[in-house]
């Protein structure tokens, strides 16, 4: 029997950008937007605060675009102060490369396992699927899902009685499969 767990954001993740007053280096993501229009050109900023100070740095979503050539879909998002977007434009690799920032999501995803059912058996295959691109090490989920320490499921590792298709000692935001043979 396949058991599913998921891998579920909680909150928006930390943004990990230098803060220009106070030399911070973390900023949580506001939800709110700043769109400017000039003529017929439309810029848009995801609004950051610094964690340590407080001040407002922005994160540009649309530089210089035409505005015929945005969605309008986008545009009434923008505008909303859409907390879904927010959480999309963060993830999006375009707008991370564009700004220089990254992400720091920890104690911002929680995993899923939906309940303990497998202790008993002594195979366990589950699929692990991620709700959004969050980077985190299969052996971490492994061993807080079945409730093992690192270590063990690590020794598990070398052992050869857990398996998958993907190296569980790298970080990952895709889905994966996994067999423990206890």
């Not at 900023?27 to 407080?54: E, I, M, P, Q």
């Not at 971490?140 to 190296?167: F, M, P, T, Y």
Request: glycine residues 6%; proline residues 5%.
């Amino acid at each position: 029997m396949l058991n599913h767990w998921v891998v579920v954001p909680t909150c928006l993740p930390l943004v990990l950008r230098r803060c220009h007053t106070c030399a911070s280096r973390h900023f949580r993501a506001s939800g709110r937007f700043r769109v400017n229009a000039n003529h017929k050109l439309l810029d848009a900023w995801l609004l950051v605060l610094c964690t340590a100070c407080g001040d407002t740095a922005k994160l540009t979503v649309l530089e210089r675009m035409n505005v015929r050539s945005v969605r309008p879909g986008l545009l009434d998002r923008l505008h909303a102060n859409d907390p879904g977007l927010a959480a999309e434009l963060l993830q999006d690799p375009v707008v991370q490369r564009r700004n220089r920032i990254a992400l720091d999501w920890a104690d911002a995803w929680r995993l899923d396992t939906g309940g303990p059912d497998h202790p008993d058996r002594e195979v366990i295959d589950v699929s692990v699927r991620f709700a959004a691109r969050i980077p985190v090490r299969p052996v971490r989920l492994i061993a807080e899902g079945c409730g093992l320490a690192r270590a063990e499921a690590e020794r598990l590792i070398a052992e050869g009685r857990l398996v998958s298709a993907v190296r569980l000692s790298d970080r990952l935001c895709g889905d994966f499969t996994f067999t423990l043979k206890r």
